[in-house]
């Protein structure tokens, strides 16, 4: 597959979103703008979510720079195109601790509905899918980072088939997330600095009207613990949405920041949101099966990725309300 050094969004933006919209233009006399739909939470199939999850456990481990997390990436992509979803390889090159090392983003697209969709917002939903380095032959990491991607795979599926939707939706898989020391500019954070550098230098960043990050989110135990370093206004609709849900008592804003792969949007100046359950462990309060043996797959829970994806869909139901709009004028 060619790789060069313009980014998949960058290219999808301007080259294949803009050809499937030049196809699907037909002249009309009077035309009128698309009945968009809002997206059933309840269509989101939580079993299918954890099956996906399982599915790249199997490929473990998978820490950056390895032949697993390349594998995982080619799963994750054959996945999203299983589904319909357009999607690609970004491989990309970046300095790590003592060298450089290639990276694997999984970037997909579902375009808005209409023949302005190249003018309408984009809201993105990432995850990372590589492990923590240095643990071990058999470390699975199952909720960090299976649980989040396995979920992600589902949204993905559930917005292609949803249509049409008011807005552009971006899948990112992100590569590279997990620190191989201590997080720094060449040490972690690396699929989401590159995709956030992209955007802004193909000044594209002013059309991405949310970044929700998801990350931890299959714990039996779930009690999400947003950062506070996150966009004041996505965190109340998180909030808003988990309060429809009848789960808001599972959602809480965490004491401090962290740092996560939503911090190099915010960097850029785009709104972003990371939903995190960073209490995962063997007590309420204590995260001691976070980057241990015991990251494994009976951790998880069909009702706690459930949970989380329904949120997540009513929050893109909220965004996609904010959107209309603008893609009507």
Not at 7 to 29: D, E, K, M, N, W
Not at 43 to 56: F, G, P, Q, T, V
Request: charged share 20%; hydrophobic share 45%; aromatic share 6%.
């Amino acid at each position: 597959m060619k790789t060069d050094n313009i980014s998949l969004l960058h290219s999808f933006i301007l080259g294949t979103l803009a050809a499937g919209l030049l196809a699907g233009c037909r002249p009309v006399a009077a035309p009128k703008g698309p009945e968009f739909k809002l997206v059933a939470p309840g269509s989101l199939n939580a079993d299918h979510a954890l099956a996906e999850a399982r599915a790249l456990v199997a490929i473990s481990p998978r820490d950056a720079g390895t032949p697993g997390a390349r594998r995982a990436a080619g799963h994750l992509l054959g996945r999203l195109q299983a589904a319909g979803v357009q999607a690609s390889l970004d491989a990309f090159t970046d300095e790590i601790p003592g060298g450089k090392t290639t990276f694997w983003n999984v970037m997909g697209v579902i375009p808005a509905a209409g023949s302005r969709a190249d003018k309408a917002p984009w809201i993105f939903l990432g995850s990372h899918f590589d492990t923590k380095s240095d643990l071990g032959g058999g470390f699975e990491g199952a909720n960090d980072s299976a649980s989040s991607s396995g979920l992600l795979l589902e949204l993905a599926r559930v917005l292609q088939t949803a249509g049409p939707l008011s807005v552009n939706i971006g899948i990112a898989f992100f590569d590279g997330e997990e620190c191989r020391h201590s997080y720094t500019a060449r040490d972690g954070l690396h699929g989401s600095r590159h995709a956030s550098r992209a955007l802004y230098l193909n000044r594209r960043a002013n059309q991405v009207h949310a970044v929700i990050i998801l990350d931890m989110i299959g714990d039996r135990d779930l009690k999400v613990t947003i950062p506070r370093n996150s966009t004041s206004a996505l965190v109340t609709k998180a909030f808003r949405a988990a309060e429809a849900e009848k789960v808001r008592h599972k959602f809480s804003l965490m004491d401090g920041a962290l740092l996560d792969d939503h911090q190099p949007f915010l960097e850029a100046g785009i709104p972003a949101v990371d939903l995190i359950d960073f209490e995962y462990g063997s007590m309420p309060g204590r995260n001691d099966y976070w980057h241990t043996p015991q990251d494994n797959l009976d951790k998880l829970s069909a009702e706690s990725l459930g949970i989380v994806g329904r949120v997540v869909l009513r929050m893109v139901n909220d965004l996609m309300l904010e959107a209309r709009e603008h893609v009507s004028t």
